[in-house]
C-alpha cells in the first residue's frame, strides 16, 4: 500500500459543498443519503487508539503528517501505522492492515489514494473501528468517476458500521484527548489552548484559520473537526454531538450547505435546552437560484433565505466574522446568560457609552433610566463633571479612589431593572487598569447578572490585569461597538432559551376528511399544476378561507350560475395549464352587471386562448371580489429543508416589493406572529395612515394551518402558491382570492424545469 501523492486534491484545495447541497439542485447521479445519528460520539472525540491507514515515513507527505502530529502532541494511547510496504514507521511499528493491529483501535485515520478508501473502510469494519477520517479528496467534488467512488464508499459505512468524517477533509483534533488526525499547517500546532469551544467547517483550510485566528484572540478549544464532503455524518449530526459533550460550552460550524438541513432545527431545540449557542457562518449565499418558477413564492425562495429562516426559528445564532465568534464566546464563558434585554453601562469616557448604545440599540437591547435609588447613590460618587445617566460617564476620576469605583459596581448591579453590566474601561494601563480588574472580579462575583469589560489597552503593558481578567472568567473585547453586538447576541439567546417551548415545532394538525381525489387526477393525467378551483378546494379543505365562487364550464352561462354571488364579481380563465391569468389577459375584476360577466367570461377565454393555443380552457371562474390589506403566503418544498412557508407583503405585487419572510413547517403561533414581525411593512398590520388595523391574530392562524397543509402535501407538491390574501381589520378575519398548486417534480413539468436549472454556483463548479 502507497501514501498518496504529495498533490493530493484533498491537501491543496479546500473542501467544496457539492451541487446536491444547494436547493433546487439535481444535476448530480450522487445525493448523499441523510445518516442516523451515532450512538455516541465518545469514540470520535476520545479515541483510545489512532490507525493511520497509508502512513507514511516521508514527512511531507499527507500519509506523514498526522503520524508526527500525533508523536508532537503526546497521544497518550497507541498509534498503529498501516503500511503493508513498510515494516516500521517514525520508530513506530506498521501494520499491513488495520485488522492485523489486535489492539484497541477506535479511530483511523485514512490517507490512501480514492480508489483504495473503500477497502480500507472494509479494513477497519473488520478491524473493529468505530470511525475514520478520511483525509483523501477525489470523489464527487471531482465529478465524473468520484460520484462512483462516493456512492461506493456510502455503501461500505452502511455495511461495515464504520461512520467517517469526510473523505476530502483536513482531518480532526481534540484537544483534550491530544488527538490530531490532521494534516498541513495545522499539523504543527499541537499547542491549541483547552477550552470551550468545539467547531466543525467545510472548509478546511479556512475552518483551521478561523481556528488560529480565534485562538490568538484568547479563545480555547476542544473539538475541531474538518468535515469535506459529508458522505456520512454531517454537520448537523456532529453539532448536535458536540452539545452532548459536558465539556463543550459553545459550538461553532463553518458551511456552504447540507443535505441534512432540517436537522438544525433539533440542533438548535439542544442548543436552547442545553444553554449552549450554536453559531453558524453560513457561507456561499449570493447563488440567484433557479431562474424560471411556476408560482410567486418560488421566484422569492432562495436557499439562504431558508437558511436565515431555520436559524432565526431554531434560535441558532448566524456570524459573518471571526471577531463574532470570539467576542461572544468569551462571554458565554462566564457561564451567565441575562434575564432580560436591558444593559446597564458604566464608562470613564463619554464617547464610548455613546457608540455601544448606538450599536446596542440596534441590536435590540434597551438602555433604561437607572432607578431613582440608583441614581441618588451614583449622585453621591459621579463627579459633576461626568454623567448619572445610563451610559453612565463616571470618569477616570474615580480610580483615584477605587473604593468609589467599587461602590459604582455595586449600585448599578443591584439596580433590579438592569440585566447585565458593561464596563468601558477605554485603554487605561498599568496600575489603574489591575486595581479596575480587581474591583470588577470582586463586583461579578456577588452577582448572577453578566459582567462585561470593553478594554482596549495593551495586555502586555497590563499582564496583571490581563490575568485577572482571564482567571475569573471576565469577558473583555476590544471595543465597545463589539462588546455591546456580543451583548445583544447573547441577551437574544437567553430571550429564545425563555420562549423555546413556544417555537418548538408542534404536532402536526390534519383537518379530517381531506379531499385529494383532483390531486390524484391531475397527477395521473400529466398536469404540472392543479387549476385555480382544485387548488381552492384543497386548501380549503385544510382550514383555508377562500372566496365565494362558481365555476362555468365552457359554453355555459356565467351569469346565471353566479346569480347567488355578491357584486361585484372577478371572472378568471379556468385552466391546469395558465399558471399566471394576467399574463395571458385571463381575469377581469369589479363586474356588477350582468352584460358585463357575460363580456369578461368570453373574453378572457378568447384572450387565453390567443396567448396560449396549446392550453385547454375549462371555462371561466367567477368569484366574489374581497378587500383588506393584500398579502401572499406560498409553499415551497425545498430538497433539504422540505415544507417552508413564505409570507410576503403586496399580492399581487409581492414579487416586485420582495418583502418577504420565511419559515420551515410545520410551526406554531410564536413563528407565524415573528413572520409578520420580520416584514419590512409590517407597521401596515397596525392600520397606516388612517387605515383600520389588520387581524394579526386571524393571519397568524392561517400561516399555522398553512403550515401543517404544508407539511402534509410534502410529497404530493413542489410549490403552493396563496395570493393574493386580503387581511380584513382586527375581528372580520382572512380570506383568499386566488390559489395555484403545483404537483411534485414530474418530467416536463414546471416545477421539473425549476429544478434542472443550476444556480449560479453550481454552473461555476
Given at each position: 500500500?502507497?501514501?498518496?501523492?504529495k498533490?493530493?486534491?484533498?491537501?491543496?484545495?479546500?473542501?467544496?459543498?457539492?451541487?446536491?447541497?444547494?436547493?433546487?439542485?439535481?444535476?448530480?447521479?450522487?445525493?448523499?443519503?441523510?445518516?442516523?445519528?451515532?450512538?455516541?460520539?465518545?469514540?470520535?472525540?476520545?479515541p483510545?487508539?489512532?490507525?493511520?491507514i497509508?502512513?507514511?515515513?516521508?514527512?511531507?507527505?499527507?500519509?506523514?503528517?498526522?503520524v508526527?502530529?500525533?508523536?508532537?502532541?503526546?497521544?497518550?494511547?497507541?498509534?498503529?501505522?498501516?503500511?503493508?510496504?513498510?515494516?516500521?514507521?517514525?520508530?513506530?511499528?506498521?501494520?499491513?492492515?488495520?485488522?492485523?493491529?489486535?489492539?484497541?483501535?477506535?479511530?483511523?485515520?485514512?490517507?490512501?489514494?480514492?480508489?483504495?478508501?473503500?477497502?480500507?473502510?472494509?479494513?477497519?469494519?473488520?478491524?473493529?473501528?468505530?470511525?475514520?477520517?478520511?483525509?483523501?479528496?477525489?470523489?464527487?467534488?471531482?465529478?465524473?468517476?468520484?460520484?462512483?467512488?462516493?456512492?461506493?464508499?456510502?455503501?461500505?459505512?452502511?455495511?461495515?458500521?464504520?461512520?467517517?468524517?469526510?473523505?476530502?477533509?483536513?482531518?480532526?483534533?481534540?484537544?483534550?484527548?491530544?488527538?490530531?488526525?490532521?494534516?498541513?499547517?495545522?499539523?504543527?500546532?499541537?499547542?491549541?489552548?483547552?477550552?470551550?469551544?468545539?467547531?466543525?467547517?467545510?472548509?478546511?483550510?479556512?475552518?483551521?484559520?478561523?481556528?488560529?485566528?480565534?485562538?490568538?484572540?484568547?479563545?480555547?478549544?476542544?473539538?475541531?473537526?474538518?468535515?469535506?464532503?459529508?458522505?456520512?455524518?454531517?454537520?448537523?449530526?456532529?453539532?448536535?454531538?458536540?452539545?452532548?459533550?459536558?465539556?463543550?460550552?459553545?459550538?461553532?460550524?463553518?458551511?456552504?450547505?447540507?443535505?441534512?438541513?432540517?436537522?438544525?432545527?433539533?440542533?438548535?431545540?439542544?442548543?436552547?435546552?442545553?444553554?449552549?449557542?450554536?453559531?453558524i457562518?453560513?457561507?456561499?449565499?449570493?447563488?440567484?437560484?433557479?431562474t424560471?418558477?411556476?408560482?410567486?413564492?418560488?421566484?422569492?425562495?432562495?436557499?439562504?433565505?431558508?437558511y436565515?429562516?431555520?436559524?432565526?426559528?431554531?434560535?441558532?445564532?448566524?456570524?459573518?466574522?471571526?471577531?463574532?465568534?470570539?467576542?461572544?464566546?468569551?462571554?458565554?464563558?462566564q457561564?451567565?446568560?441575562?434575564?432580560?434585554?436591558?444593559?446597564?453601562?458604566?464608562?470613564?469616557?463619554?464617547?464610548?457609552?455613546?457608540?455601544?448604545?448606538?450599536?446596542?440599540?440596534?441590536?435590540g437591547?434597551?438602555?433604561?433610566?437607572?432607578?431613582?435609588?440608583?441614581?441618588?447613590?451614583?449622585?453621591?460618587?459621579?463627579?459633576?463633571?461626568?454623567?448619572?445617566?445610563?451610559?453612565?460617564?463616571?470618569?477616570?476620576?474615580?480610580?483615584?479612589?477605587?473604593?468609589?469605583f467599587?461602590?459604582?459596581l455595586?449600585?448599578v448591579?443591584?439596580?433590579?431593572?438592569?440585566?447585565?453590566?458593561?464596563?468601558?474601561?477605554?485603554?487605561?494601563?498599568?496600575?489603574?487598569?489591575?486595581?479596575a480588574?480587581?474591583?470588577?472580579?470582586?463586583?461579578a462575583?456577588?452577582?448572577?447578572?453578566?459582567?462585561?469589560?470593553?478594554?482596549?489597552?495593551?495586555?502586555?503593558?497590563?499582564?496583571?490585569?490581563?490575568?485577572?481578567?482571564?482567571?475569573?472568567?471576565?469577558?473583555?473585547?476590544?471595543?465597545?461597538?463589539?462588546?455591546?453586538?456580543?451583548?445583544?447576541?447573547?441577551?437574544r439567546?437567553?430571550?429564545?432559551?425563555?420562549?423555546?417551548d413556544?417555537?418548538?415545532?408542534?404536532?402536526?394538525?390534519?383537518p379530517?376528511?381531506?379531499?385529494?381525489?383532483?390531486?390524484?387526477?391531475?397527477?395521473?393525467?400529466?398536469?404540472?399544476?392543479?387549476?385555480?378551483?382544485?387548488?381552492?378546494?384543497?386548501?380549503?379543505?385544510?382550514?383555508?378561507?377562500?372566496?365565494?365562487?362558481?365555476?362555468?364550464?365552457?359554453?355555459?352561462?356565467?351569469?346565471?350560475?353566479?346569480?347567488?354571488?355578491?357584486?361585484?364579481?372577478?371572472?378568471?380563465?379556468?385552466?391546469?395549464?395558465?399558471?399566471?391569468?394576467?399574463?395571458?389577459?385571463?381575469?377581469?375584476?369589479?363586474?356588477t352587471?350582468?352584460?358585463?360577466?357575460?363580456r369578461?367570461?368570453?373574453?378572457?377565454?378568447?384572450?387565453?386562448?390567443?396567448?396560449?393555443?396549446?392550453?385547454?380552457?375549462?371555462?371561466?371562474?367567477?368569484?366574489?371580489?374581497?378587500?383588506?390589506?393584500?398579502?401572499?403566503?406560498?409553499?415551497?418544498v425545498?430538497?433539504?429543508?422540505?415544507?417552508?412557508?413564505?409570507?410576503?407583503?403586496?399580492?399581487?405585487?409581492?414579487?416586485?416589493?420582495q418583502?418577504?419572510?420565511?419559515?420551515?413547517?410545520p410551526?406554531?403561533?410564536?413563528?407565524?406572529?415573528?413572520m409578520?414581525?420580520?416584514?419590512?411593512?409590517?407597521?401596515?398590520?397596525?392600520?397606516?395612515?388612517?387605515a383600520?388595523?389588520a387581524?394579526?391574530e386571524?393571519?397568524?392562524?392561517?400561516?399555522?394551518?398553512?403550515?401543517?397543509?404544508?407539511?402534509?402535501?410534502?410529497?404530493?407538491?413542489?410549490?403552493?402558491?396563496?395570493?393574493?390574501?386580503?387581511?380584513?381589520?382586527?375581528g372580520?378575519?382572512?380570506?383568499?382570492?386566488?390559489?395555484?398548486?403545483?404537483?411534485?417534480?414530474?418530467?416536463?413539468?414546471?416545477?421539473?424545469?425549476?429544478?434542472?436549472?443550476?444556480?449560479?454556483?453550481?454552473?461555476?463548479?
Open positions: 500500500m502507497t501514501s498518496p501523492a498533490t493530493s486534491p484533498a491537501e491543496t484545495s479546500p473542501a467544496k459543498t457539492p451541487p446536491a447541497m444547494n436547493a433546487r439542485a439535481g444535476t448530480s447521479s450522487y445525493t448523499p443519503a441523510r445518516t442516523t445519528m451515532p450512538a455516541s460520539f465518545d469514540a470520535l472525540f476520545h483510545v487508539g489512532v490507525a493511520i497509508g502512513a507514511s515515513s516521508d514527512p511531507t507527505r499527507i500519509g506523514g503528517h498526522p508526527r502530529a500525533l508523536q508532537r502532541a503526546a497521544y497518550p494511547h497507541g498509534i498503529y501505522p498501516v503500511n503493508p510496504n513498510r515494516d516500521e514507521i517514525a520508530g513506530l511499528k506498521a501494520y499491513p492492515r488495520a485488522a492485523a493491529i489486535g489492539k484497541r483501535c477506535d479511530l483511523a485515520i485514512i490517507a490512501v489514494p480514492a480508489a483504495r478508501v473503500v477497502d480500507a473502510i472494509h479494513d477497519c469494519g473488520e478491524a473493529g473501528i468505530k470511525f475514520a477520517v478520511v483525509l483523501t479528496a477525489g470523489f464527487r467534488e471531482t465529478k465524473g468517476e468520484g460520484l462512483a467512488l462516493e456512492a461506493a464508499l456510502s455503501a461500505a459505512c452502511a455495511e461495515t458500521g464504520v461512520r467517517i468524517i469526510g473523505p476530502n477533509c483536513q482531518g480532526m483534533i481534540s484537544v483534550p484527548a491530544r488527538m490530531f488526525g490532521v494534516f498541513g499547517s495545522v499539523a504543527e500546532e499541537t499547542d491549541l489552548t483547552p477550552g470551550g469551544v468545539s467547531c466543525c467547517f467545510q472548509s478546511g483550510g479556512f475552518g483551521y484559520a478561523i481556528v488560529n485566528l480565534a485562538e490568538r484572540q484568547g479563545v480555547g478549544f476542544r473539538y475541531c473537526l474538518s468535515t469535506g464532503n459529508e458522505t456520512d455524518l454531517t454537520t448537523p449530526q456532529l453539532l448536535s454531538g458536540m452539545l452532548d459533550d459536558e465539556g463543550t460550552d459553545l459550538a461553532f460550524a463553518y458551511m456552504e450547505g447540507t443535505p441534512d438541513a432540517r436537522a438544525l432545527l433539533d440542533v438548535g431545540a439542544k442548543s436552547l435546552q442545553t444553554g449552549k449557542p450554536v453559531l457562518w453560513k457561507a456561499a449565499n449570493t447563488a440567484s437560484g433557479a424560471a418558477a411556476a408560482s410567486h413564492t418560488a421566484n422569492m425562495t432562495g436557499s439562504y433565505d431558508l436565515r429562516a431555520a436559524f432565526r426559528q431554531a434560535g441558532l445564532i448566524e456570524v459573518h466574522d471571526v471577531e463574532e465568534i470570539t467576542d461572544l464566546a468569551m462571554l458565554v464563558a457561564g451567565r446568560l441575562p434575564a432580560g434585554n436591558r444593559v446597564g453601562v458604566m464608562s470613564i469616557s463619554g464617547g464610548s457609552g455613546i457608540v455601544f448604545a448606538d450599536r446596542a440599540v440596534h441590536g437591547l434597551e438602555l433604561p433610566a437607572f432607578s431613582e435609588t440608583t441614581a441618588r447613590a451614583l449622585a453621591e460618587i459621579v463627579p459633576a463633571f461626568g454623567s448619572i445617566e445610563n451610559p453612565a460617564d463616571v470618569t477616570a476620576g474615580v480610580f483615584n479612589d477605587m473604593s468609589l467599587t461602590r459604582t455595586d449600585v448591579l443591584d439596580d433590579p431593572g438592569i440585566d447585565q453590566l458593561a464596563i468601558l474601561l477605554a485603554s487605561i494601563p498599568g496600575a489603574p487598569v489591575a486595581r480588574a480587581e474591583a470588577i472580579v470582586a463586583a462575583a456577588r452577582t448572577h447578572k453578566p459582567v462585561h469589560v470593553a478594554w482596549s489597552g495593551r495586555p502586555e503593558k497590563s499582564m496583571e490585569a490581563a490575568a485577572l481578567f482571564k482567571q475569573h472568567a471576565i469577558p473583555t473585547v476590544p471595543t465597545p461597538v463589539r462588546l455591546a453586538t456580543a451583548a445583544a447576541t447573547l441577551a439567546f437567553a430571550a429564545d432559551r425563555r420562549r423555546a413556544a417555537l418548538r415545532q408542534p404536532a402536526v394538525a390534519v379530517d376528511g381531506i379531499d385529494k381525489r383532483a390531486l390524484y387526477a391531475a397527477r395521473d393525467e400529466g398536469a404540472a399544476a392543479l387549476s385555480e378551483a382544485e387548488s381552492k378546494a384543497l386548501i380549503a379543505s385544510y382550514g383555508v378561507p377562500i372566496t365565494r365562487e362558481v365555476s362555468v364550464p365552457a359554453g355555459d352561462d356565467p351569469v346565471r350560475l353566479s346569480a347567488n354571488l355578491r357584486r361585484p364579481l372577478a371572472v378568471k380563465v379556468l385552466s391546469r395549464e395558465i399558471a399566471h391569468k394576467t399574463e395571458v389577459g385571463g381575469i377581469r375584476l369589479g363586474l352587471d350582468d352584460e358585463g360577466v357575460r369578461a367570461a368570453l373574453a378572457v377565454s378568447e384572450s387565453a386562448r390567443a396567448a396560449r393555443p396549446d392550453a385547454k380552457i375549462e371555462g371561466v371562474l367567477v368569484s366574489e371580489m374581497a378587500e383588506g390589506l393584500e398579502v401572499l403566503i406560498g409553499v415551497v425545498d430538497e433539504n429543508f422540505g415544507p417552508c412557508v413564505a409570507l410576503a407583503l403586496g399580492g399581487v405585487m409581492a414579487e416586485a416589493l418583502d418577504v419572510t420565511h419559515a420551515i413547517a410551526f406554531g403561533p410564536q413563528v407565524a406572529h415573528d409578520m414581525d420580520r416584514l419590512a411593512g409590517r407597521a401596515l398590520f397596525d392600520g397606516f395612515r388612517g383600520p388595523p387581524d394579526r386571524a393571519l397568524a392562524k392561517l400561516l399555522v394551518r398553512v403550515s401543517h397543509m404544508a407539511a402534509d402535501l410534502a410529497d404530493e407538491v413542489a410549490e403552493i402558491d396563496i395570493n393574493p390574501v386580503f387581511v380584513r381589520p382586527r372580520e378575519g382572512v380570506v383568499a382570492a386566488d390559489a395555484l398548486v403545483v404537483l411534485a417534480q414530474a418530467a416536463g413539468s414546471p416545477a421539473a424545469a425549476v429544478a434542472a436549472v443550476p444556480t449560479e454556483q453550481e454552473a461555476e463548479r
